[in-house]
């Protein structure tokens, strides 16, 4: 005998061996074009932003999400010359909320970039300078 009950938000349906050997019944249900729930990319048909995208990563939602709409939107909708230049503070916000959770949002350390990038150009240099020598020497 098949039953349902309800837990809180959750339905939980049990079902018998007899249920499953009758064909199902159900219709499905067309498309709708107009779902703003339907991956239709970033910006959806009315101009609004898809926050479920999945081009944006999940950064909509996590621990900084609303930092991140909030400088994503201030940008989008950004009428400046310099598009997203009155945004800075919303960016500031989500930067610093970031850095709160370097596990989630690793950054590069510019600084060892800088240095990787510098001891580069060092090498290049020398590793010349030390096949001149060694070509002077034989």
Partial sequence: MSYCRQEGKDRIIFATKEDHETPSSAELVADDPDDPYEEQGLILP????????PCLGGMASGPCGEQF?????????????IKG????DQFRAM?????????LYPQEDENE????????LEAT???ASAAKEKKVSS
């Avoid at 009315?46 to 995208?53: A, E, F, P, Q």
């Avoid at 709409?69 to 010359?81: D, G, I, L, R, V």
């Avoid at 970039?113 to 580069?120: I, P, R």
């Fill in 95 to 103: 930067q610093e909320c970031m850095q709160k959770y370097p596990d």
């Fill in 46 to 53: 009315n101009g609004d932003i898809n926050w479920n995208c």
């Fill in 125 to 127: 240099p020398m590793e």
């Fill in 85 to 88: 230049s009155d945004c800075v």
């Fill in 113 to 120: 970039e800088k240095e990787k990038s510098s001891k580069d």
């Fill in 69 to 81: 709409k909030s400088a994503f939107s201030c940008f989008h909708y950004s009428t400046e010359e």
